[in-house]
Structures are given as C-alpha cells and as structure tokens.
T-cell receptor, first 111, second 115 residues
Framework: RKEVEQDPGPFNVPEGATVAFNCTYS??????FFWYRQDCRKEPKLLMS???SGNEDGRFTAQLNRASQYISLLIRDSKLSDSATYLC????????????FGRGTSLIVHP | NAGVTQTPKFQVLKTGQSMTLQCAQD?????MYWYRQDPGMGLRLIYY???????DKGEVPNGYNVSRLNKREFSLRLESAAPSQTSVYFC??????????????FGAGSRLTVL
C-alpha cells in the first residue's frame, strides 16, 4: 500500500457544485497534513494545512479523520478557477520531517 | 520577494550530455529539496538538504548529484543525461526541522527533455 493515496480523477463538476476529495495515508504516526494546489504547468502551492479539529478557509473545508486515516478537502460553490490538481501531503512524526505527497486529484469545473 | 527561483525554465539535452539546474531561495530557509514530477507519478524526492553543508538522498537519487553551495543555493546536476530523466524538476525550500509544519515553497519548475 502506498504511503499516501489519492484518486487521480478527474472530477468533472459544473460551476456551483460542491465536490470533495479524500486522501488516505498508511502511517498512523502521521502528524501534519496539508493540501496543495497545482495549476496546469505550474508549481504546487500550499492551499491549506489540515488541523485535527478541521478548518475552513472561505469555500474550502479540510477535515482529518485519524481513525480511518484520511484527510478530505471539500470545495463549495465551485468556480471555473478552481480547476487544478489538488495534492495532499503528509508528514510523519519521529522520522523524516519531509512530507510525502500524493499523486494528486484533478478537478475540472465546467460552465 | 522572489521566493524560490530556478533556472533554466526549459532545456533540451542529448543523451549523455551534462547539465546543472540552479535553485536559489531568499526566505532564509534551512532546508531545500529537488523533486521530479512525471505524469501519473506525482512528486518524487530526488535529493534534499536539511541545512547548509548537508545533503541526503531521496526516493530517486540515481543519475543525479547535488550541491548545497550556501544557505540560499542548491543545485542539481545530471552528469550523463538519459531519456528516462525527461521530466519536470521542482526545487523547493522550507524552514525544515525547526518548523513543526514544514510547509514547502516551490520554484516554478524546469522542464527537461532528453533526446
């Protein structure tokens, strides 16, 4: 089993839709969790960190489920500009401080 | 602030040629990284430098060498390029171990084609 797994998609949704992605991780000692956004032919950029209690940033909500070992990203009221690849990243405590990235989930928002 | 700057943005090489990708960051970060990204493979760590003066292998180091020239600069060298090294290369930096979160900031990427 890969350390960090994501459904590659693409998720194809109309403007205004709500869409959610999950990212599963295999190491129960994982400590820090992040969502990065990568636009086509651009570099990944931090979208948001994921906190234990869940957190929201505008239309974006991130959740952590430690029992089932996954994080989620919910996007409400999707915009055309949300079309991108969303990468999750997980850092494990006690070992390398370097986060491991998932392969990304592609989102396409259409008119 | 420029953040992380990497050069060149594009490069075409012939098999067997050598080249160096340059990376510099102006955020006073301790740690720097080189990743490659291939379709369907995600980001794979090639080498990293936890701090000035140290370098370590990542997941896919074969065929590459690195130099942490100073705190700002971290270069990646391909001594004898192979078609399998055709990829998009990203340099990144972060505060490193001193930061609990260790959020990475990436450069714009270097697209390398080896013929």
């Amino acid at each position: 089993r890969k350390e960090v797994e994501q459904d590659p998609g693409p998720f194809n949704v109309p403007e205004g839709a709500t869409v959610a992605f999950n990212c599963t991780y295999s190491n129960s000692a994982s400590q820090s969790f992040f969502w990065y956004r990568q636009d086509c032919r651009k570099e990944p950029k931090l979208l948001m960190s994921v906190y234990s209690s869940g957190n929201e940033d505008g239309r974006f909500t991130a959740q952590l489920n430690r029992a089932s070992q996954y994080i989620s990203l919910l996007i409400r009221d999707s915009k055309l500009s949300d079309s991108a690849t969303y990468l999750c990243a997980v850092r494990t405590s006690g070992g390398s401080y370097i986060p491991t990235f998932g392969r990304g989930t592609s989102l396409i928002v259409h008119p | 602030n420029a953040g992380v700057t990497q050069t060149p943005k594009f490069q075409v090489l012939k098999t067997g040629q050598s080249m160096t990708l340059q990376c510099a960051q102006d955020m006073n970060h301790n740690s720097m990284y080189w990743y490659r990204q291939d379709p369907g493979m995600g980001l794979r760590l090639i080498y990293y430098s936890a701090s000035e003066g140290t370098t370590d292998k990542g997941e896919v180091p074969n065929g590459y060498n690195v130099s942490r020239l100073n705190k700002r600069e971290f270069s990646l060298r391909l001594e004898s390029a192979a078609p399998s090294q055709t990829s998009v290369y990203f340099c990144a930096s972060s505060e490193g171990r001193v930061s609990g979160a260790n959020v990475l900031t990436f450069g714009a990427g270097s697209r390398l084609t080896v013929l």
